[in-house]
């Protein structure tokens, strides 16, 4: 959410954008006049880039990413080409889920009461057109709630759709971002990243959990007795190409083989979902969950937040990893610490 200036801030603004001058009396005794001098060019250009700086400053503080921008820029007082693309991308996130896109204000409902039999409706219809239609004049409302600190956790007791219609997640994305943003990573990673992303990890030092993943990445479903299947193998190559960074009060590094349970977690086909997510004891940033036979023979993916399970719209690895990542903005959530910089290339590189 946009911070309004601080005090302080607007002190200086005002000061700076008006002073008085008092003329004497003429030799006539005319009565005084008070003149107000506009403030210079230089004057006005000062302030306005002082009152953005501070506006850009409180939207990084609080969206993903943005600590280590603000971090990188006060040690080094600039910023390289990538992480000036991360502040882009992240401002312009901001904007759109403050003010909407072009696309996203067409037939946006404005009042509270509006949204409110909007809501209402879409609990209780089994249409599935009238829930993504409502849905969709809802995007708005929504995205101030996943931005409101209070009510962001409300939003699956508010929007329970999730829970049971597929689609609803990459709709948002979609609103948010525009449809030619959307496809980019399942367009990209096929077909420029992945095998670079094999051929690297082939020179690193091997180990017995980077073979199997190298693998799995470079088989077929076929071929597999078990193990994950080759698509997200390559995703979860990143992890060891990419490890999770030291942290805590001991500084201690999580494996490569510990931070892809940050990422996905199997259990069996007949499993209960619902046990799954009642084991969850804290409270963490999303992932996926494979249901299936065995990890190369998964039939369903969900994406779990906040102890809910929201259905992947396809049983493909990918597209379901693509969905988790795309989670993130539709929820305004931070990255696992432990995968943040997985993530940050992908934002990166892809989008």
């Known amino acids: 959410m946009l911070d309004s200036v601080s005090p302080s801030t607007s002190h200086s603004i005002a ?18 006049d008070t003149i107000t001098l506009q403030p210079s060019p230089t004057q006005r250009n000062r302030a306005d880039v002082t009152c953005l700086a501070q506006n850009i400053e409180n939207i990084l503080k ?18 390289t080409d990538s992480m000036r693309r991360d502040m882009v991308k992240i401002l312009v996130a901001h904007m759109a889920s403050e003010h909407g896109t072009p696309f996203s204000k067409e037939n946006q409902l404005t009042t509270e009461t509006q949204c409110h039999e909007a809501i209402a409706l879409m609990k209780h219809t089994t249409d599935e057109a009238i829930i993504k239609e409502k849905m969709r004049q809802t995007f708005t409302h929504r995205q101030a709630m996943v931005h409101d600190p209070v009510k962001s956790s409300e939003i699956f007791t508010t929007f329970p759709r999730f829970l049971d219609i597929m689609g609803l997640v990459e709709q948002d994305f979609s609103l948010m971002f525009g449809d030619d943003i959307s496809p980019k ?10 095998q670079k992303v094999l051929e690297q990890s082939r020179g690193l030092t091997q180990t017995s959990d980077l073979e199997d993943l190298l693998h799995n990445a470079e088989s077929t479903t076929e071929e597999l007795e078990d193990g994950w299947d080759s698509e997200i193998s390559s995703i979860l190559l990143l992890i060891h190409l990419m490890p999770p960074s030291p942290h805590g009060r001991n500084k201690g590094k999580l494996s490569a083989r510990h931070a892809i349970d940050h990422l996905v977690k199997f259990i069996k086909t007949g499993t209960s979902v619902e046990g799954h997510l009642d084991s969850i004891t804290d409270s963490r940033q999303p992932n996926l969950l494979a249901v299936g036979t065995k990890r190369s023979a998964i039939h369903k993916y969900f994406i779990v937040i906040d102890k809910h399970a929201i259905p992947c719209q396809s049983p493909d690895s990918l597209a379901s990893f693509d969905e988790l990542f795309k989670a993130h903005f539709v929820f305004a959530t931070s990255y ?13 590189a892809v989008y």
């Open 62 to 79: 609080e969206k993903p990413g943005g600590e280590r921008i603000l971090t990188e820029y006060a040690r080094k007082k600039s910023l």
């Open 336 to 348: 696992n610490r432990d995968l943040a910089s997985v993530y940050h290339f992908l934002q990166t």
């Open 15 to 32: 000061s700076s954008n008006s002073s008085f001058l008092s003329s004497g009396a003429d030799n006539e005794g005319d009565s005084d």
């Open 185 to 194: 990573f399942l367009e990209k990673w096929p077909t420029h990243y992945r």
